[in-house]
């Protein structure tokens, strides 16, 4: 407590947001974890755990994360320089902010993923069209062709259509 009241105000802020930034950084990753389990449920599972196993993970998963919200209220609560004020408050009003904002920031990413798939699958669908057109038209050029050289090789219209030799192009 001497060291503390010895100490730059400044410094001691700098501690205490250090210290219970530490503390929501792990419980944020105990949250990823237990989302990661809840979204690995919505698929087939193929490992070798068994499914009370697997409940039994996230029950403690969740006791655990509730425990660091509690231990973390008391901390914000109980041991914070008066100097902070109400932090709790504050921390949990701003938590809540930045978690509409995130909730938002999602929604939009989504939206914009789901528009760039349908771009993309709009575009893909063009380029088949093309290429069918681009193949069609080359069959029927071909097809024109072949008839063409098919009529000029006949015999009926080289015996009605007789020309000379050097005047022959495709004969």
């Known amino acids: ?22 503390l929501m ?21 193929t490992g070798t755990d068994s499914i009370g196993k697997r409940a039994l993970n996230r029950v403690i998963i969740r006791a655990r994360l509730d425990a660091m919200l509690v231990e973390l209220r008391e901390t914000m609560v109980y041991k914070a320089p008066p100097e902070l004020g109400d ?18 920031a999602h929604k939009r990413e989504t939206a914009k993923m789901q528009i760039e798939a349908a771009q ?18 080359l069959f029927v050029v071909t097809w024109y062709v072949g008839v063409l050289l098919m009529l000029r090789m006949s015999q009926t219209y080289r015996g009605l259509y007789s020309s000379p030799w050097w005047s ?4």
Do not use: H, S
């Not at 105000?9 to 930034?21: C, R």
């Not at 069209?129 to 038209?137: D, F, Q, T």
């Open 87 to 104: 932090l709790w408050t504050k921390y949990e009003k701003m938590w809540k902010q930045i978690v509409v904002e995130q909730d938002e």
């Open 1 to 22: 407590m001497q060291e503390i009241a010895k100490a730059d105000p400044n410094d001691v802020f700098i501690q205490i947001g250090n210290d219970l930034g530490a």
């Open 25 to 45: 950084d792990a419980y944020d990753e105990i949250g990823k974890a237990f989302l990661a389990q809840e979204a690995q449920a919505t698929q087939v599972y």
């Open 120 to 137: 993309q699958r709009r575009l893909k669908r063009k380029r088949k069209e093309e290429v069918v057109w681009v193949g069609a038209i």
């Open 168 to 171: 022959c192009v495709l004969c």
